[in-house]
């Protein structure tokens, strides 16, 4: 599966053209390839606008919350500041005084990944780690380098269906974890809108083809629907009917420059969206529960169209930046899949693998051969078939190019 989503791919950053098609994708499923660490941690109950401390769903089922994991980590101060320095810290104040930390951390864009609570230790920041293993980010709402979700609420208008009553065969530990995961996925879906909303304005500033800007239209219709499904799976296995809080958007709509906005959607879609498609296809292809298969279904497809969508913006606009994009894009790419490989997450104690795949999740170890695989095999030869072809080449050969 993952060669089909190169092939597919490859159209569109070499002389193909952009289609708008729908793939049918997946990670390897099996013990090939890749190691069992190096590209897992994602979460994403961190980031601006508060973790599910707006009446989240801390009680029945165990989702909401701020953070789900015991593990602590920590970094010396020294690579908090080099962090900082290079823009990919976390906020509070990173770079500051050897006496203090920042009270949230966050190194890797691309995992969603949140270190949260800083206290100083023995001249460490350590931190609790926020991640409630839900793989990768799809296209997350970054702002200043950070993801942005909303809080969560008790409300039952982003629910489906009534099927927080719904009794479920799954022992209490594994159906908690289940109400965090499906949760934390809910609050990215819902922050995608916000992205692909935020993308399209991009879209039309920089003088866009309309075919893209139509496509991100459809692309954030299908976000509203995934955070919708997500939502109603958290609710399911929660026992209450679960919602987005408010979303701050402060600081989201700086004007965009050609060069940052393809930079942005390498880290956001071609990397952050790649990998989502492929773990969703991954999860569905275990997933016996028919809610969680219906859902993870359209989900898995969707983003197949947002993949092709991020790829063929950036090549629009290597095509029509020139050198200056092409720079730029090539030093996302080479930042994004240097944090794939690095990506940490923690494995999750106490829980049933069974009941965890029929309800549609992976292991950390399946996560991790996940996204390794992916971006050996699809992100990083994608990216330089993107790169070596020529601006004029591009441009002619898909169709896109606009007027300067």
Not at 180 to 188: F, N, S, T, V
Request: glycine share 16%; with cysteine; charged share 20%.
């Amino acid at each position: 599966m993952n060669r089909e989503l190169r092939a597919r791919i490859m159209q569109i950053v070499g002389a193909g053209m952009f289609t708008g098609l729908s793939l049918a994708l997946g990670c390897q499923d099996g013990t090939g390839g890749g190691a069992a660490t190096g590209a897992g941690g994602t979460g994403g109950a961190g980031g601006t606008g508060g973790a599910g401390g707006q009446g989240g769903a801390g009680g029945q089922g165990g989702a909401g919350g701020q953070g789900t994991s015991s593990e602590t980590r920590c970094f010396s101060l020294d690579e908090i500041r080099a962090s900082s320095d290079g823009g990919a810290g976390g906020s509070g104040g990173a770079g500051g005084s050897a006496e203090t930390c920042p009270s949230e951390y966050h190194p890797n864009p691309v995992s969603c990944v949140v270190y949260e609570n800083g206290r100083l230790e023995d001249g460490q920041c350590c931190y609790d780690v926020n991640d409630p293993g839900i793989g990768a980010c799809g296209r997350p709402f970054l702002v200043g380098g950070e993801p942005r979700l909303a809080g969560v609420e008790a409300r039952a208008d982003w629910v489906l269906d009534a099927a927080a009553d719904e009794p479920l065969a799954v022992d209490p530990v594994t159906r908690a974890a289940l109400a965090e995961a499906w949760l934390a996925d809910a609050r990215l879906e819902h922050a995608s809108v916000a992205s692909f909303a935020r993308f399209t304005l991009d879209l039309l500033a920089l003088g866009a083809p309309p075919a893209l800007i139509e496509a991100a239209q459809r692309a954030l219709s299908d976000e509203l629907q995934h955070a919708r499904a997500c939502f109603t799976l958290a609710s399911r296995y929660a026992g209450r009917s679960l919602g987005p809080g408010a979303l701050a958007m402060d600081g989201a709509l700086d004007p965009p420059t050609l060069a940052g906005a393809a930079a942005g959607a390498v880290r956001e879609g071609c990397v952050g969206e790649t990998l989502a498609a492929l773990q969703a296809g991954a999860q569905r292809s275990r997933a016996r529960d028919p809610e969680v298969r219906r859902a993870l279904d359209r989900i898995a497809d969707d983003e197949a169209a947002h993949v092709e969508l991020a790829w063929a913006f950036v090549r629009w606009a290597v095509a029509r930046g020139g050198e200056p994009v092409r720079a730029a894009v090539a030093r996302a790419f080479d930042e994004a899949l240097a944090d794939v490989r690095g990506a940490r997450g923690p494995a999750r104690p106490g829980i049933d693998a069974a009941a965890w795949h029929d309800h549609g999740r992976l292991t950390e170890a399946e996560r991790a051969r996940c996204h390794l695989d992916a971006a050996r095999e699809v992100i990083a030869p994608c990216a330089e078939a993107l790169l070596s072809t020529p601006p004029s080449t591009a441009a002619a050969s898909a169709g896109l190019d606009a007027p300067a």
